[in-house]
């Protein structure tokens, strides 16, 4: 059984066209433990097998028991994909995907205004650094809560609108963060 597992780790390893010292360091084990796999002369942990699946999108009962296809399907998407990865959680997903589906120029915006909020927090606590701020600081400043969101909200639907007008017009899917 040691042995089965073993040879599929190693036909593995041949599939991703990598030496079995990258695939060690890949899942964080030393080298020596992977070449002791491949020969049958340890069984590997279930998280082993649950880091070679999650690294190399490897099917888990294809490694465990030989049936089956080697790789789970790639996803079309590649937030999901990174979602995998990084396990986050659906609000960080949500976020992560609001925030790209933005116009580049809104995204700048964003981060312009969050410079700001930093600095300001900066002066507060620097009062040598404070520097007489700009009419742009000045108004950002003063936002409330409520006005931020409903201002990302409204760019938010000035986003869906635009994009939903350019798939009227077969432009494509311009809703993706490549797009």
Known sequence: MDAEIGNRIGTLIEALGIK???FAECINIDQSYVTQLTNGKR???DRTIADICREFNVN???LRTGKGEMFNPK???ALEQLARKYKISSTDYVIIEKFLSLRPE?????FDYFREIVAAMD???NPKKTASPTTSQRSACKMTREELHAELDRQ???EKE????ASDFGCGNSGTAAG
């Open 60 to 62: 888990e009962v294809w």
């Open 20 to 22: 079995k010292v990258r």
């Open 106 to 110: 809104t995204r700048k915006e964003m």
């Open 123 to 125: 002066n507060d606590y």
């Open 156 to 158: 938010l639907a000035e």
């Open 75 to 77: 996803s079309p998407d």
């Open 43 to 45: 069984k590997p942990s």
């Open 162 to 165: 635009a994009t939903e007008n």
